[in-house]
């Protein structure tokens, strides 16, 4: 494929858990950082989680902390996202995206820093 493709959202109760998948896009660019954002309806896509390519160092956004977990399959090059402790407020439409460089960098976070999305993997948490 050559946008990532993720896998594993779904429906589940507050406290629970949920384990997303992420395959990288097949280019020829090297993969530098992979990341998970999140966008929930009337808001602004928010970054969630990030990890990099060549020392497996992590990011997360205050409000996961401690509770996600975000992780790599070095031979796939796939990433994924373990959500425990689940929360209605982690309700949203989870993308991941991958920084393929060449490509202008503005910051982790950043939307503008990441060049290939998916298309996303819906988490609803319920109260």
């Known amino acids: 494929q050559v946008q990532p493709v993720e896998s594993g959202g779904g429906l589940v109760q507050a406290g629970g858990s949920l384990r997303l998948s992420c395959a990288p896009p097949r280019r020829t660019l090297t993969l530098d950082i992979m990341a998970w954002f999140r966008q929930a309806p009337g808001k602004e896509r928010e970054f969630v989680a990030a990890i990099w390519s060549n020392n497996g160092n992590t990011a997360y956004v205050d409000s996961v902390k401690g509770r996600f977990t975000i992780s790599r399959d070095r031979p796939k090059t796939s990433v994924y996202l373990q959500m425990t402790n689940l929360k209605p407020e982690d309700s949203a439409l989870y993308y991941c995206?991958?920084?393929?460089?060449?490509?202008?960098?503005?910051?982790?976070?950043?939307?503008?820093?990441?060049?290939?999305w998916g298309q996303g993997t819906q988490v609803t948490v319920s109260s």
């Open positions: 995206a991958a920084r393929l460089t060449p490509w202008p960098f503005s910051g982790t976070e950043s939307l503008n820093s990441y060049n290939y």
